[in-house]
């Protein structure tokens, strides 16, 4: 009986695992040298996590079920809220800022297609206890030099969803339509905003787009609307530290975010050539996440990879290049020798743990000839040929297998 894996989710071959392994240290070794700590939360929680401000979208796409004792449960869509509830229950008291990140599975019910997947990967960051544009520019440059490492080109955009949320609240529009706009904006619905807003401020605001000087055409647009213009001058001073921390971006007054709890700053990181699905990352300031789940009112900014598009972008970009292992065959001449062939394997593992040698225990039984016709086959540079009578003299034969000699070494 051939049974397939569920819509959406996919096995990982060794090779893909390799690959993808390679992405993730190297995205992790960029935030841990910016002092981010790695954190796991369940796969499973308590559905109201989030139904309490992750947004419509996300709830309406959530895998919920009800366990044996009648808990209302999910499979965990995003992390941000999971990281909102360990903070207040956890890490409230430790020295702020706390910088986590994480890395895991997130599933959300979704039409799958190139790039969505039920079952996604999300690599994400969470810098908590700190407010200003500082600390946002902190969290959008490790983004980018997490993609950098990697080689990857890409495109950053930046709004303030402060300036959208700002001037709907001085034109009068409830937090119901509020809410409406910025989903239909976020699903790149523009042609539907007119229907649920027919204003011209706002019709012109969300089409600037472009360097500097679009802040400044935002800044005319915007002339009277007091809390959105000081949103504007925040998203000025951000822009500033960016271009002086060296950072590409585009102003974009379109671009928010579609969970319902961001505030201030956002950004999305795009990657053309990957169609529908070319956002790899997105992310944002969120001040008043952990008051809802019972936490001291704590200033955050966060974001998450959409681990498997990076991944993805790379192919296309032809720079998925995880660093080559090389492999130490050690071959056991006869049963006799299998037992020492086990310990010189396992000395040579402890001793090469650091380095780019794996070790390839042959366990086959096969002759020695085949072991190193495979051996040559596998690429490998290097043979250690075990002996039986060798085993007293703690010696070894060590083959070099591109000059195809070798020598008895202790
Ligand atoms: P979000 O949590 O919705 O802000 O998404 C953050 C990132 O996760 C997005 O920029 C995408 O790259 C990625 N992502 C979201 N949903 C999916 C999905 N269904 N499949 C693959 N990646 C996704």
Do not use: H
Not at 136 to 150: G, N
Not at 259 to 280: H, K, M, P
Not at 306 to 324: H, T, W
């Amino acid at each position: 009986m051939k049974i397939e894996n569920p819509k959406g989710t996919r096995d990982f071959t060794p090779t893909v695992m390799r690959d993808r392994e390679y992405v993730e240290k190297t995205m992790s070794n960029v935030l841990e040298g910016f002092n981010f700590e790695k954190i796991s939360t369940p796969i499973f929680e308590y559905s109201e996590l989030f139904e309490l401000k992750s947004g419509e979208d996300i709830k309406n796409r959530m895998y919920t079920f009800d366990d044996k004792g009648g808990r209302k449960l999910c499979l965990r869509p995003e992390l941000t809220a999971s990281v909102a509830r360990m903070f207040s229950n956890e890490l409230r008291n430790l020295p702020k800022p706390l910088r986590l990140y994480y890395f895991g599975p997130m599933f959300r019910y979704e039409e799958p297609q190139k790039g969505r997947y039920r079952e996604f990967y999300q690599l994400g960051v969470e810098l908590l206890g700190v407010s200003g544009v500082f600390s946002d520019a902190l969290a959008i440059y490790a983004a980018c030099e997490c993609l950098k490492r990697l080689g990857l080109e890409f495109e950053l955009q930046i709004n303030s969803l402060g300036v959208v949320r700002g001037l709907l609240e001085e034109l009068g529009v409830d937090d119901k339509v509020s809410g409406k706009l910025i989903t239909l904006l976020d699903e790149g619905k523009r042609e539907g905003v007119k229907e649920v807003l027919d204003d011209e401020i706002f019709e012109r605001l969300i089409k600037i787009s472009g360097g500097k000087k679009s802040l400044g055409e935002a800044e005319k647009v915007l002339k009277g609307f007091d809390k959105a213009l000081a949103a504007l001058s925040e998203l000025r001073d951000l822009a500033i530290l960016l271009d002086s921390a060296g950072i590409a971006y585009t102003i974009d007054f379109g671009i928010v975010r579609g969970l319902d709890y961001y505030t201030g700053t956002v950004f999305e990181i795009r990657v053309s050539g990957l169609g529908a699905q070319n956002q790899i990352c997105g992310g944002g300031r969120y001040d008043n996440l952990i008051e809802v789940f019972g936490g001291p009112k704590t200033p955050a900014v966060g974001f998450a990879f959409g681990f498997d598009r990076v991944c993805e972008a790379l192919i296309l970009q032809s720079k998925l290049k995880p660093p080559e292992k090389k492999v130490v065959v050690v071959a056991s001449v006869s049963g006799k020798s299998d037992g020492y062939a086990i310990k010189v394997a396992g000395e040579l593992v402890r001793n090469l743990s650091e380095s780019e040698f794996i070790v390839d225990l042959d366990v086959s039984g096969r002759k020695l000839k085949k072991t190193l016709e495979q051996a040559s086959n596998m690429g490998s540079g290097w043979v250690v040929i075990v002996w039986e009578k060798e085993e007293k003299e703690k010696m070894i034969t060590l083959r070099d297998m591109e000059k195809n000699s070798q020598k008895t070494v202790t």
